[in-house]
């Protein structure tokens, strides 16, 4: 039986960064993953992250739960026929409802083959503290993603004050009693507590579950032309200027006097610059409400 982890957490809260500390920690075991990633937008940058001997599945262009159960069971079918691999992970959008992302993996065609360990949620733990000012969808889908998890990552500890820190894991246990909760910064996560796991996720507690809390979120992709460049000042400024219903983006800038597109991540009001040494395709994607509104940056 291959074990399967399903990877839930609202957008930015760091999922690849457990799946990343996960790849390498199930290496130094001998262990063989597959990765299925599911991403909102048409391009997934995660991906890239992601050594070439890896079995991977991509799911593109919309959530896991909405593409259907049929479009999950196919790319399953198709890990288990082409490749070899111990256990399967699956990153889910952070827009996905985690039960109803793991009601697609089961099906009767893996009840051998797969052992379902369960959901593990990673948590944005500022953003949680800071919940109160979300659209009522989004605090909504955030607390299911809590409340279903059969382990739970309270993350970016760095972030927050030892009292604060305190606070984040007794309300989260409040919400869900029955679940681990591991304090982490960068989603460094022992793979041992992913192994503790008791495939405790069954059929029958998902169809008992609230379904329903899913948000339809939007993606938008910016493709910026070759003469365009920015300051990284002036973009950060644009930055500044958008509404929180903006809530994650990710992609290549073509930053002035910098030889190639800077990777650039922004997650609930932090930003994050990483040189790159290949040359990528400069582009942005942004994901949130009403994305297709927003006015773009000016180089
Ligand atoms: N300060 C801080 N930043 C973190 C931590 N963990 C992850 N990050 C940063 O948060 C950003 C988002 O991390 P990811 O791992 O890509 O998050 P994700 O959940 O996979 O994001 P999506 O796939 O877009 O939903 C990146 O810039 C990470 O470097 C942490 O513990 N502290």
Redesign the pocket.
């Known amino acids: 039986m291959k074990d399967v982890y399903l990877?839930s957490?609202?957008?930015?809260?760091?999922?690849?960064?457990?799946?990343?500390n996960t790849i390498r920690q199930l290496k130094e075991q001998n262990l063989k993953p597959a990765i299925i990633m599911n991403?909102l937008g048409a391009l997934n940058f995660?991906s890239q992250a992601i050594e070439e001997n890896i079995p991977l599945k991509e799911m593109l262009n919309g959530c896991i739960c909405c593409t259907g159960a049929e479009k999950t069971e196919a790319q399953i079918q198709s890990l288990l026929a082409d490749s070899e691999f111990d256990v399967l992970i699956i990153?889910t959008?952070?827009a996905a409802h985690p039960v109803e992302a793991l009601d697609a993996v089961y099906s009767p065609l893996f009840a051998n083959e797969l052992n379902i360990k369960g959901i593990v949620t990673?948590a944005?733990s500022k953003r949680w503290l800071e919940r109160e000012g979300m659209s009522i969808q989004t605090r909504s889908l955030f607390l299911e993603q809590i409340r279903h998890a059969h382990l739970i990552l309270a993350?970016?500890?760095?972030?927050l004050t030892e009292s604060e820190r305190a606070k984040v894991t007794f309300e989260m246990q409040n919400i869900n009693s029955h679940a681990l909760i591991i304090q982490?910064?960068?989603?460094?996560l022992p793979i041992k507590y992913l192994q503790r796991l008791q495939a405790t996720a069954r059929p029958a507690s998902i169809q008992q579950a609230t379904i329903g809390e899913h948000l339809h979120l939007g993606s938008r992709l910016v493709t910026f032309n070759s003469e365009e460049s920015f300051t990284q000042e002036k973009f950060e400024e644009w930055i500044k200027t958008l509404p929180n219903s903006v809530y994650?983006m990710?992609g290549f800038v073509p930053i002035e006097g910098i030889r190639n597109p800077m990777l650039f991540?922004?997650?609930y009001g932090?930003?994050?610059w990483l040189p790159e040494y290949v040359k990528m395709e400069p582009n942005l994607v942004i994901?949130g409400e009403n994305v297709n509104e927003l006015e773009l940056p000016k180089a």
């Open positions: 990877f957490g609202f957008l930015g809260s760091g999922k690849t960064t457990l799946l990343m991403e995660d990153e959008t952070g990673v944005d993350n970016k500890m760095d972030l982490t910064t960068n989603a460094s994650r990710k991540q922004y997650a932090l930003t994050q994901i």
